[in-house]
């Protein structure tokens, strides 16, 4: 298996532009997470999806952020417009099941917004 | 609001060396803990999952226990080597309803083994 995929790697954009990445989670797991890292906050979860329905979104920071999981092999996370603030790594991470089983996290996405 | 506390933050020790990494948590009521190893740039490994019914987990050179009712876990990683600096992460699912299912993390300990 190709593990959990993210594009881009990185992505450089000035304030006030809207960013979308991108996830592909390993394939039959039921459950995807995005996590933001920063350096002040560390990991943070952001949002989860069980078989493709937002189960929890309190960790998204504002309106501005958003995120869609339109079929079993595909989420995106949108920032519009994007801040500086917003400059970090996005994880995404996928697992079989919720609890018992290991979350595998993709290579993330560094964001820089100038 | 589960609180999750690694110490050291950082270590740097000569290789060979056995050692162990701390993390402690401020809500009892896990699903269960689990071991991430981060490399530069990279994203995060699972290590060890230690379900909450269970003590202790090993695989290879590193074991992880768990101590639910005082909150903590230790990670020991003996016969350390160069390969093994990284940053290491904990992380705990809660054992409830409500988000129980995304994990709350630890910020890390930074680990240099010295060759």
């Known amino acids: 298996d190709a593990g959990v995929i993210q594009s881009p790697r990185h992505e450089v954009t000035e304030m006030g532009q809207e960013v979308t990445l991108r996830c592909k989670p390993i394939s039959g797991h039921d459950y995807l997470f995005w996590y933001r890292q920063t350096m002040m906050r560390g990991l943070e979860l952001l949002i989860y999806f069980n078989n493709n329905v937002p189960i929890d979104d309190s960790g998204m920071p504002e309106d501005r952020f958003s995120a869609k999981m339109p079929n079993a092999s595909f989420s995106t996370l949108k920032i519009q417009p994007s801040e500086p603030r917003d400059s970090a790594v996005y994880f995404c991470a996928s697992s079989r099941r919720g609890g018992g089983d290991t979350q595998y996290f993709g290579p993330g996405t560094r964001l820089t917004v100038l | 609001k589960q609180e999750v506390t690694q110490i050291p933050a950082a270590l740097s020790v000569p290789e060979g060396e056995n050692l162990v990494l701390n993390c402690s948590f401020t809500d009892s009521a896990i699903y269960n803990l689990q071991w991430f190893r981060q490399d530069p740039g990279k994203g995060l490994t699972s290590l060890l999952l230690?379900?909450?019914?269970?003590r202790e987990q090993t695989s290879g050179r590193l074991n992880a226990s768990l101590d639910k009712s005082s909150g903590r876990s230790t990670l020991y990683i003996a016969a350390s080597q160069p390969g093994d600096s990284a940053t290491y992460l904990c992380a705990v699912r809660p054992g409830s309803g409500g988000g129980a299912d995304g994990l709350t993390f630890g910020k890390g300990t930074h680990l240099i083994i010295q060759p």
């Open positions: 230690i379900q909450s019914s269970q």
